[in-house]
């Protein structure tokens, strides 16, 4: 698959401040990326240097193809409507009007909603709307779901997918671990000007010590275990809690114990670890 986007050697200075420090990666085509880092880590600088919004001192940044913008911080006139803001975009670019985009995300009642009387959720979804109007091949993202309801949410990222069947690239940029766990196909994440990781959701949490928790809850409490597999955590709210990085193992060698000794259980649960848990150990690492 070939590549949406290239950054090789992205270093951005102010002053003697390092914000971005030697960045080098490629988004795909077709792939929603996520770009993530604790505040001040430099991931709307980044994108604002893809997009072409601010200089940057060294390096080389290749886009191939048409490029759409939510930014994290963006206004309209007060008193403008939803329906005119659209309007007046579509005129911008010399595109006719197109009624199903906008009400993909707005309900008719909401077209002559002001601007300065939307809430944080609509104006989010008006921005979208905006930076969809040209049907770009490349759709940045910084964080699209900030202010939205739940159901707004599971909605955006619905609409995220679709766009991404119709080959779509999009970059997010979100401080939402879950969004970018079941949105993303490969993530940068940035600490202190510089990349950490770059890999998929699935390799960051296996590229650790992977912890696994099984959760057994049985008939009977069992207090004393003699396994090599797990280490046993005790028991909590009717489970008994088990640790291992060998979930196959360590299955097999608890359900023999159980087995052995006739306690019938009644449900078995099993925790990995989360992109969060991951994400916040690596932000929380003393630097070297």
Known sequence: MSNAISINGLTKQYGKKVVLDNLSFSVEKGEIFGLLGANGAGKTTTLECIEGLRKYDVGKIDVFGSVGVQLQSSTLPENITAWEAFKLFCLWNNIEEDDSLFN?????????????????????????ILALITDPEIIFLDEPTAGLDVEGRVSLHSELLKLKKQGKTIVIASHDMAEIESLCDHIVILKSSKI??????????????????????????????????SKYQGFSKNYHVFKTTTLDDAL???????????????????EHETLEKRFIEIASQEEN
Not at 108 to 113: E, Q, R, S, Y
């Open 252 to 270: 097999l060698e608890i359900l023999k114990i159980f087995k052995e000794k006739k306690n019938k259980i009644a449900d078995i649960r099993i």
């Open 104 to 128: 993909r995300f707005f309900s008719l009642d909401l077209k002559g909603k002001q601007y300065g009387k939307m809430s944080t959720g609509q104006k989010r979804r008006l921005h979208l």
């Open 196 to 229: 950490v990781f770059d890999g998929t959701p699935s390799e960051l949490t296996s590229n650790f010590l992977n912890d696994i928790n099984i959760y057994i809850k049985a008939e009977e409490q069992i207090s004393d275990f003699s396994i090599k597999k």
